[in-house]
């Protein structure tokens, strides 16, 4: 039944896919009146997080950022099709790209790299065109999800007509040691919500006590990989721009943990910059700091 519910939806989203940009859009604004006015998905969950990360704001401006991030969600929903579609040039005019030469000289030094993106502009898009402005083999590191077809869906969408090789996360250090030999370049979304574990990276962020994966650190200084922040902002419906800040090129010089709080506060500083551009509707807080972290 999977298998066949797979080439369902995947003859769906390929019809979607030839739809001009406008009538996406039109589309997005139907998807944004009934998700955010009628069902009210998550708001209270999204309302919250904006109340408790920007304190300082009015109501005023917190409900404006939050229509804001619904109706970029709709966006990124219907952009998603498009990725069977559009070809390196087609990326190439709805995403410009600012210093990809901190890029170039990386693989010109023979490192390899950590694309560290938070869930920001269209995060799917920048991973699709990984292969087109970088020399380094490409790969995006990702994590299994419970729906077959949803899986087999998404993996499809991602290296349709692409080179991108998509690793699972439980695999992804065995599967990175094995290439070794080649200079890589990773996509890894690391601002996901952690188990709330002790061994997790805690610290302050938008006014609340985080915890962080540390596996982009751990593989990073395993591996000695170098880490870039990605900065992806969306500019217009199908517009984002893109500059990449260096965490790190030195990572085994770094003590434990300090990878993390320089990439903690790469993304505090984007979503400070843009609110509306981040993924508010997850329970990115829903874990508090073991008492033994507290003491």
């Known amino acids: 039944m999977a298998k066949i519910g797979f080439h369902i939806v995947k003859l769906w989203v390929a019809f979607l896919s030839i739809h001009p940009y406008w009538l996406l859009y039109l589309k997005s604004d139907c998807y944004y009146f009934l998700v955010y006015h009628l069902l009210g998905y998550r708001r209270k969950v999204v309302r919250q997080n904006l109340l408790n990360s920007f304190p300082d704001k009015e109501e005023k401006e917190i409900r404006c950022i939050e229509r804001r991030f619904y109706q970029n969600l709709c966006d990124l929903f219907v952009e998603a099709p498009k990725m069977l579609r559009m070809k390196a040039d087609g990326y190439q005019s709805r995403i410009t790209y600012t210093n990809t030469e901190l890029v170039q000289h990386l693989y010109e030094q023979g490192k390899n790299v950590f694309y560290a993106i938070p869930h920001s502009g269209n995060w799917e898009w920048f991973g699709k065109m990984i292969p087109s402005f970088t020399q380094h083999k490409s790969l995006a590191i990702y994590k299994r999800v419970e729906n077959p077809v949803f899986e087999r869906l998404m993996l499809y969408i991602r290296t349709y007509g692409s080179t991108l090789e998509m690793v699972e996360s439980n695999s992804a250090l065995r599967r990175l040691a094995q290439l070794r030999e080649s200079t890589n370049a990773v996509l890894m979304m690391a601002d996901q919500t952690s188990h709330g574990l002790a061994q997790d990276y805690w610290t302050e962020f938008l006014h609340q006590d985080t915890c962080w994966f540390t596996g982009i650190e751990r593989i990073a200084k395993k591996l000695d990989y170098a880490i870039v922040f990605v900065d992806m902002r969306r500019q217009g419906r199908g517009r984002y721009t893109v500059s990449f800040e260096l965490?790190?090129?030195?990572?085994?010089?770094?003590?434990?943990?300090?990878?993390?709080?320089?990439?903690?506060?790469?993304?505090?500083?984007?979503?400070?910059?843009?609110?509306?551009n981040w993924l508010w509707s997850h329970r990115r807080w829903k874990h508090q700091r073991p008492q033994t972290e507290q003491a």
């Open 247 to 276: 965490v790190t090129d030195t990572p085994k010089e770094l003590a434990d943990g300090e990878i993390m709080e320089r990439y903690v506060r790469c993304v505090e500083r984007f979503i400070e910059a843009n609110p509306d």
